[in-house]
């Protein structure tokens, strides 16, 4: 069995109990992270060294509004640097000691109208990008190497990410137009994308909206019923309809499990990251494996940052141990990988799936 088939097989929930299972590994880096990778000089690719069974790609957005897009905060009060990316939201640095963090600014935030919601410019699918992308696909399936395709910020973040949070929370609670009108423009946008990505013959989808906190919801589970988990539907049946193989996989920190009946509900294959700070692993694949696939839920919060190589190894095989009957568990990091992380616990994580993969 090959890497991409392997990835497969456990995402798609076909493994059977008592034969051999494989161990798919994934890391994400930031920046200093890979800047120390890249003086270890291996002659390798991050995802080479760690083994990985899959290449991550995205879509290349074109902006359509003028220039640098600054003419968009002509309201707001603003940092002295920022910059604007396609969906024409701003970013600032706090400070260099934040490293990869930036502090987001949203263009429509405060007194805002239907027209203005209507107006704002969002960004199409770059020229040339399907004949890219399929290539790149088809390239890496030649290599017997899964793709996964982010389509993240898919509504809920994209939307906050131009009323402000605060503004939208408010416009859903008061059941104003604006949040309908804003929602439903993103929605298309996102459907129209993911079913752009499912035509470039991707593997799996990765959507995602954070809407857990450390301990608890974002929102009342009702009001994600009422304003999202139908659009979030909608971009899963567009990607479907032009390829119903591709596997849908979704994305929350924190607190998400209250959302769980309505993310299957929705279409949503794969849970991801089961943040185990914030959710209780045990107890969530116990009730939900016939339904899901999981992804992740070693903690990046707590376990990879501080504690001992040993109790990553431990951490991992409790994960094994747990899913050994039923499967359909892809261990990794809940997250990215901060600065703090010790490569010790990084080299623990991938030996032990080595190991596991029988390398």
């Known amino acids: 069995m090959n890497k991409r088939e392997a990835f497969l097989k456990v995402l798609r929930k076909e493994e059977s109990e008592g034969e051999k299972r494989f161990f798919p590994p994934d890391i994400e880096l930031t920046p200093f992270k890979v800047e120390e990778f890249e003086k270890m000089n291996t002659g390798q690719t991050i995802e080479e060294y760690f083994g990985m069974f899959h290449r991550s790609v995205e879509t290349r957005m074109e902006k359509t509004y ?40 949203p263009a429509l935030s405060g007194t805002c109208t239907i027209k203005d919601i209507e107006n704002h410019p969002l960004p199409n699918i770059a020229m040339g990008e399907k004949e890219r992308l399929t290539a790149r696909v088809n390239e890496l399936h030649a290599e017997n190497i899964a793709v996964r395709a982010w389509l993240e910020q898919t509504i809920w973040e994209r939307s906050w990410l131009i009323r402000g949070m605060e503004d939208l929370m408010m416009d859903m609670m008061l059941e104003d137009p604006k949040a309908d009108c804003l929602l439903d423009r993103i929605t298309e946008h996102s459907c129209r994308t993911a079913a752009f990505l499912a035509s470039a013959g991707v593997d799996l989808i990765a959507l995602g909206d954070d809407i857990g906190m450390q301990s608890t919801p974002m929102m009342d589970p009702k009001l994600w019923m009422r304003y999202l988990q139908p659009r979030l539907a909608q971009v899963i049946s567009a990607a479907k309809s032009i390829n119903p193989e591709v596997i849908i996989s979704y994305h929350s920190c924190g607190h998400a499990t209250p959302f769980i009946d309505g993310l299957i509900d929705a279409g949503v294959e794969v849970l991801n990251p089961l943040q185990p700070e914030s959710m209780n692993v045990d107890e969530v694949y116990n009730k939900y494996h016939e339904k899901l696939a999981f992804w992740g839920s070693i903690g990046t919060q707590t376990t990879m940052p501080f504690e001992s190589a040993d109790e990553v190894r431990r951490t991992i095989m409790n994960r094994v141990k747990l899913s050994e009957k039923h499967r359909g568990f892809l261990i990794s990091p809940t997250h990215i990988i901060e600065p703090e992380v010790p490569w010790d616990n990084l080299h623990a994580y991938i030996d032990t799936l080595r190991e596991l993969n029988g390398l």
Do not use: I, N, R, W
């Open 66 to 105: 003028k220039g640098d897009g600054k003419q968009l905060f002509a309201k707001q009060e603003m940092p002295e640097e920022y910059v604007v990316d396609a969906f024409g939201t701003a970013e600032s640095k706090g400070s260099e000691a934040c490293m990869h963090m930036v502090h987001f600014h």
